[in-house]
């Protein structure tokens, strides 16, 4: 993984439905003549309840730890590498999936020649191993996979890649939110029992043009 990879994880940095069809011809029930009026008991006429009243008595939906990270989602979060490469800024975009549930994700390098579209993941639970995790495959089909932690304002993320040398390592992005709309990312090599940091990016939001 080269320096560009290592910045460019810019987070690493988060129901279907059924539609059933019934067959058959319907069949018109008979009528009173005009000149009988059918009896109605007003006692015994069932009201179906409104869409409104429906809508009031339905419960929340239930929380789901993919929830965690959705305050990510919306607009275009940015941030300055012109330290890594002149001119060159970072954008990331988050939204939900089609059926809500789990958090796409894509980081391009922008230039003033152009745009690298350089990753392209996304964010779930994983139910086996019951934690958050992410999973991403760069431009060149290499794939990133690993846990992700959710403390408080804090998310931390961690697999085994290649460092800037090109040496096989354990690896850690951490994002700390700063506000809904700014988070500093990190990233970091383990040496020994502690971390040393490689690199840091403040992102922030903006609305997409």
């Keep these: 993984?080269?320096?560009?990879?290592?910045?460019?994880?810019?987070?690493?940095?988060?129901?279907?439905?059924?539609?059933?069809?019934?067959?058959?011809?319907?069949?018109?029930?008979?009528?009173?003549?005009?000149?009988?009026?059918?009896?109605?008991?007003?006692?015994?006429?069932?009201?179906?309840?409104?869409?409104?009243?429906?809508?009031?008595?339905?419960?929340?939906?239930?929380a789901k730890p993919i929830d965690a990270l959705s305050w990510v989602i919306g607009g275009v979060w940015t941030a300055d590498a012109g330290k890594m490469e002149p001119g060159m800024r970072i954008e990331t975009r988050y939204q939900w999936s089609d059926n809500n549930a789990y958090i796409r994700f894509n980081t391009h390098f922008v230039f003033d020649k152009g745009t690298a579209k350089t990753y392209d993941g996304n964010f779930y639970w994983d139910p086996r191993e019951k934690h958050l995790a992410m999973w991403y495959m760069d431009a060149q089909n290499s794939i990133t996979a690993g846990p992700v932690q959710v403390d408080g304002d804090v998310w931390t993320m961690t697999w085994r890649g290649a460092d800037f040398a090109g040496q096989l390592a354990d690896l850690r992005v951490t994002v700390k939110r700063k506000s809904n709309h700014d988070y500093q990312w990190t990233a970091s090599e383990k040496e020994g029992d502690t971390w040393k940091d490689l690199a840091s990016l403040e992102y922030l939001r903006t609305p997409e043009k």
């Design 1 to 62: 993984m080269n320096k560009t990879s290592v910045f460019g994880m810019a987070l690493l940095t988060l129901s279907g439905f059924a539609v059933a069809g019934t067959g058959g011809a319907s069949r018109e029930s008979a009528r009173p003549s005009s000149t009988t009026r059918a009896p109605q008991n007003s006692s015994n006429t069932a009201q179906a309840p409104s869409s409104d009243a429906a809508a009031a008595n339905k419960p929340p939906a239930a």
